[in-house]
Each structure stands twice: as structure tokens, then as C-alpha cells.
């Protein structure tokens, strides 16, 4: 019996799958490891996330800044279905004029995407709150995937 292998994507074919995705998973270093979905949002070079400033992975970042991040999607059916796995290092975002790029580019996302207001939670916010409070109030941090060690890029079809 012969093992068939999931075909890999090419640079271009999982540039623009990231591109069309934005939820990921991003797992932890720790004492076991801690795995937590993220919104983000892709700017062609770079994967941004917007985090809020409490929970247990704040303090796993800040222990150990080496993640690996899991973007997936399949069809229900499992007929199709593709996924990234990255490896590298988070860093938090200090510059201002960055930051609100990331902060815009998030807001173009779930307009774009038409989410529920509900995910603003996702990010330290209320969903009562107006969409471009994520502008105005510093409620989350805005970090940024860099110093990528490994892609392993895979789909079926």
C-alpha cells in the first residue's frame, strides 16, 4: 500500500489563502502548550494580531516570544480543505504610525468580512462599541509574527 502525501502550496498559493482567512491559532510556549484563537489581519509580508492585554497568553509571551501559528480551512465535508502552520516569534508592535495601520487594516477586515459586533470582545472591546474605538482606546495590543523559522504549507485540491 503506497502512503499518499497532502500536496504542499506554493509561496503564492498560501500568500493569498493568509491573505483570505482571519482567524488563526496561535500556540504558546509554557509548561504544557497553550493554544488560542486570534484575528488577524495580513499586510502581504507581515501576519498582525490584535490581543487583549489580560490572560495567560500575556504571560507566555512574555516568557517565551517563540510561537507556532495555524491557519486552516475545510470544507464540512472534509472534500477540501488547506492549512498553514508558521513558526516563529511574536513581537509587540510599539511604533504609533504601525500600530494604527494594523488598528485600520483590522477595522477594513471585519467590515469586509461583515462580522458580528460580537468580535470585538476577541480584543478587549464591548459590542456596543463603535468599530473605530479599536482607533481611539488602547485596549489590546497589536502584535506582529516575525523572524519566521518554518512554513509548512499543505492542501488537498
Not at 129 to 155: G, Y
Request: aromatic share 12%; proline share 4%.
Amino acid at each position: 500500500m503506497n502512503i499518499r502525501k497532502i500536496p504542499f502550496m506554493s509561496k503564492s498559493e498560501y500568500d493569498e489563502f493568509i491573505d483570505q482567512q482571519y482567524v488563526s491559532r496561535i500556540a504558546f510556549k509554557g509548561d504544557y502548550p497553550y493554544i488560542a484563537p486570534f484575528l488577524y489581519v495580513f499586510d502581504g509580508n507581515f501576519i498582525y494580531f490584535l490581543s487583549t492585554k489580560y490572560g495567560k497568553k500575556v504571560e507566555l509571551l512574555r516568557e517565551a516570544p517563540q510561537v507556532a501559528v495555524e491557519i486552516e480551512h475545510y470544507e464540512t465535508d472534509m472534500s477540501s480543505y488547506r492549512f498553514v502552520t508558521l513558526r516563529g516569534r511574536i513581537n509587540e508592535v510599539d511604533d504609533e504610525d504601525e500600530k494604527l495601520k494594523v488598528k485600520e487594516m483590522f477595522i477594513d477586515m471585519i467590515t469586509d468580512k461583515d462580522l458580528s459586533p460580537n468580535v470585538l470582545e476577541a480584543i478587549g472591546h464591548s459590542p456596543e462599541d463603535p468599530l473605530e474605538s479599536i482607533l481611539d482606546e488602547e485596549r489590546c495590543f497589536v502584535w506582529k509574527l516575525v523572524d519566521v523559522k518554518e512554513i509548512v504549507a499543505l492542501k488537498n485540491s
